[in-house]
């Protein structure tokens, strides 16, 4: 879904690497959060310009299910999340996020090894 809009002028992506993310390791606040993050590989971030072009992106992501990943939503106070995480019992592969805010919307894909019990500690 993300290679599909990496042209799109809706939408700016950064790209974090290995390194970019070791470095933010060493500056995490706890044990859990540094551990999680050094089992990531790459963080790809997008953020989007309009709450059409959201939407949009919302709909597409909704065939992620049938490609072997689970949707979970969240939401908190006035912004909404779409998560779809895949992965097995232990361990999570990918996780992408569209969160959605009137105004402010972002995409991100997470890619690694990463524990499943330290997922908490990436996505907050």
């Known amino acids: 879904i993300i290679d599909s809009y990496k042209d799109n002028p809706g939408i700016g992506f950064v790209e974090l690497n290995k390194m970019m993310i070791n470095m933010a390791a060493a500056a995490a606040k706890t044990d859990a959060e540094k551990e999680a993050l050094k089992s990531v590989d790459s963080i ?9 072009l959201a939407a949009e992106i919302g709909q597409k992501l909704e065939v992620l299910e049938k490609q072997g990943y689970g949707k979970m939503n969240a939401s908190k106070e006035d912004a909404k999340a779409m998560v779809y995480i895949k992965g097995d019992e232990k361990f999570i592969t990918e996780v992408v996020i569209l969160g959605k805010a009137e105004g402010h919307n972002a995409l991100s894909l997470i890619k690694g090894k990463i524990n499943s019990e330290q997922v908490g500690a990436l996505v907050k």
């Open 44 to 52: 790809t971030m997008g953020i989007i310009s309009t709450d059409e």
